[in-house]
C-alpha cells in the first residue's frame, strides 16, 4: 500500500465539521475500495486466477454432460454457483492476507477510519471483482451448455446481485479472521462454505428456474426472501463483530 492510499484514507476525516458521519463513513468505505481494486487490477493475481479456474472448470465438466439434453437445465444453476463459490474464495482469501506484507494492516488498523468501514470497504471491493468472475463465466456457460441464459436477464442480474452479496460479506469476514493463520488457504473455505449452504441453496433454486426461461413464481418468492434475509442478517452480524475480529 503505497503512501498516498494512506494519505487517501485519512484526508475525510480531516474536516469533521463539513462533512456529515454518513457521507464520510461512505467516504472511507469508497476509498478502502478503491485501493484494493487499484491494488488488484494493478497485478491481476487473483482475478486472473479466478477467471482461469471458472472457465477451465465449465470446460471440464461440459465433456462429461450431454449439452442438448434436459439434464443439464436441472443441475444448470447449481454449477453455475459451485463455480461462482469456489473461484470467489481465490479473491476473497487475498482480501486481507495482501495486507499483510509490510504491516499495511496494521496501518490500516492504526488510520483514522472505522473497522466497520475497512471491513465493508473491502466487501465492496471484492463484491466488484466476483460480479467481473460471473459477467466472464455466463457466457461460457451458454456456449458449452447450450443454455440460452439471457431470456429471464433482469431477474437473473438481480439474483446475481444478491447471492454474490451473501457470498462477499461471509468470505469477508473469514479472510479477516482467518488473516494471521499459516493455513488460511485451506481454513476460509472450510468455514465459509457450511454457512454458506442456504443462500448457495436459494440461489442454485431460483437461478436453475430463470435459466430455463420459466418466469418467477410464488414458489420462487421464499427463496429470494431468504436470500434477501440473509444478506441483512450478515451484513449486520459482520459489521457488528468486525472491530473484536481485527482489533480484539
Do not use: H
Not at 34 to 57: H, M, P, Q
Not at 123 to 128: D, E, G, P
Amino acid at each position: 500500500m503505497r503512501t498516498t492510499d494512506v494519505a487517501a484514507i485519512a484526508e475525510p476525516v480531516t474536516k469533521p465539521q463539513t462533512a456529515a458521519p454518513v457521507m464520510l463513513a461512505v467516504r472511507q468505505i469508497l476509498t478502502i475500495a478503491g485501493k484494493d481494486l487499484r491494488s488488484e487490477f494493478r497485478t491481476k493475481e487473483a482475478l486472473n486466477a479466478s477467471i482461469a479456474f471458472s472457465v477451465v472448470i465449465l470446460v471440464l465438466f461440459s465433456f462429461a454432460f450431454d449439452p442438448t439434453s434436459d439434464q443439464v437445465q436441472d443441475f444448470s444453476g447449481g454449477l453455475l454457483w459451485l463455480v461462482f463459490s469456489f473461484a470467489g474464495t481465490l479473491v476473497l482469501n487475498r482480501s486481507f492476507s495482501r495486507e499483510m506484507q509490510n504491516d499495511c494492516l496494521d496501518g490500516l488498523l492504526a488510520a483514522p477510519i472505522s473497522a466497520s468501514a475497512l471491513f465493508l470497504g473491502k466487501s465492496l471491493a471484492n463484491y466488484v471483482l466476483l460480479m467481473m468472475i460471473e459477467v466472464v463465466s455466463l457466457p461460457v456457460f451458454g456456449l458449452f451448455y447450450n443454455v440460452r441464459w439471457a431470456r429471464q436477464l433482469w431477474p437473473l442480474i438481480g439474483v446475481l446481485l444478491i447471492g454474490t452479496w451473501a457470498l462477499t460479506v461471509i468470505g469477508t469476514f473469514f479472510s479477516a479472521l482467518t488473516v494471521n493463520l499459516r493455513i488460511r488457504e485451506l481454513m476460509l473455505p472450510m468455514l465459509v462454505y457450511p454457512l454458506m449452504i442456504p443462500a448457495l441453496m436459494a440461489s442454485m433454486t431460483v437461478t436453475t428456474v430463470l435459466l430455463s426461461g420459466a418466469p418467477l413464481g410464488a414458489t420462487e418468492m421464499f427463496p429470494i426472501r431468504m436470500l434477501v434475509a440473509f444478506d441483512i442478517v450478515f451484513t449486520l452480524l459482520s459489521v457488528f463483530l468486525i472491530d473484536t475480529v481485527l482489533l480484539g
